[in-house]
Nanobody, 125 residues
Framework: QVQLLESGGGLVQAGGSLRLSCAAS????????MGWFRQAPGKEREFVAAINWNYGSTYYADSVKGRFTISRDNARNTAYLRMNSLTPDDTADYYCAATQRRFGDYTDSSFYTYWGQGTQVTVSS
């Protein structure tokens, strides 16, 4: 059972930046693809970004492309989401997710097996 713990959320003004972290309990973290999703109040959970297990590919939602960057540090068993130029539309609970699957749709939440509890991001205008 992989445990994921997000951190780094908070309140930020529009135009500001935050870096979210997702620490994994699994020592074989490097074999997991990682994703970030978010859910705003009254809305469905949506894909934000993903990175595959061997650093080869990253994936982004159109709404965050050019502003957000996903990365991972396998030595620290941690994935990151750097968020720049934040807008009030980015306000949501952000969740990280992990999977050992090699093939599938990284943007689909059902592709992932393990989920964190989420961290709240609020962007004020």
């Amino acid at each position: 059972q992989v445990q994921l713990l997000e951190s780094g959320g908070g309140l930020v003004q529009a135009g500001g930046s935050l870096r979210l972290s997702c620490a994994a309990s699994e020592r074989t973290f490097s074999y997991y693809a990682m994703g970030w999703f978010r859910q705003a109040p009254g809305k469905e959970r949506e894909f934000v970004a993903a990175i595959n297990w061997n650093y080869g590919s990253t994936y982004y939602a159109d709404s965050v492309k050019g502003r957000f960057t996903i990365s991972r540090d396998n030595a620290r068993n941690t994935a990151y989401l750097r968020m720049n130029s934040l807008t009030p539309d980015d306000t949501a609970d952000y969740y990280c997710a992990a999977t050992q699957r090699r093939f599938g749709d990284y943007t689909d939440s059902s592709f992932y097996t393990y989920w964190g509890q989420g961290t709240q991001v609020t962007v004020s205008s």
